[in-house]
Nanobody, 126 residues
Framework: QVHLVESGGGLVQAGGSLRISCAAS????????VSWFRQSPGQERKFVAA????????YYTDSVKGRFTLSKDDAEATVYLQMNDLKPEDTAVYYC???????????????????WGQGTQVTVSS
């Protein structure tokens, strides 16, 4: 099991930027996939982006392509989500999740993730 802790959320004006972090500890494995999901009030938790730990390959949902960028620090076992040109519709609680093994068809399926962080609030004002 991997323990995940998110940080870096906050309040930002539309058009601004934030970087949120996901620090992993425990039985991390090079074949892990680490993803970000977000959930707005009354909405389902939705996939945002994913990164494979070994190769660093990234995947993004269409609504954030060109604005959000994933990166990782192997030494710190931390994944970063740089969010630029933020929009009010990006407002949500952002959750970090991890699972062992990569399958392109299921990378965005929250039901396949076992390990989750507690979430960090991102609020974008208009």
């Amino acid at each position: 099991q991997v323990h995940l802790v998110e940080s870096g959320g906050g309040l930002v004006q539309a058009g601004g930027s934030l970087r949120i972090s996901c620090a992993a500890s425990g039985r991390a494995h090079r074949d892990y996939v680490v993803s970000w999901f977000r959930q707005s009030p009354g909405q389902e938790r939705k996939f945002v982006a994913a990164i494979t730990w070994s190769g660093g390959t990234t995947y993004y949902t269409d609504s954030v392509k060109g604005r959000f960028t994933l990166s990782k620090d192997d030494a710190e076992a931390t994944v970063y989500l740089q969010m630029n040109d933020l929009k009010p519709e990006d407002t949500a609680v952002y959750y970090c999740a991890a699972k062992l093994g990569f399958h392109r068809a299921s990378v965005g399926d929250k039901r396949t993730y076992r390990d989750w962080g507690q979430g960090t609030q991102v609020t974008v004002s208009s």
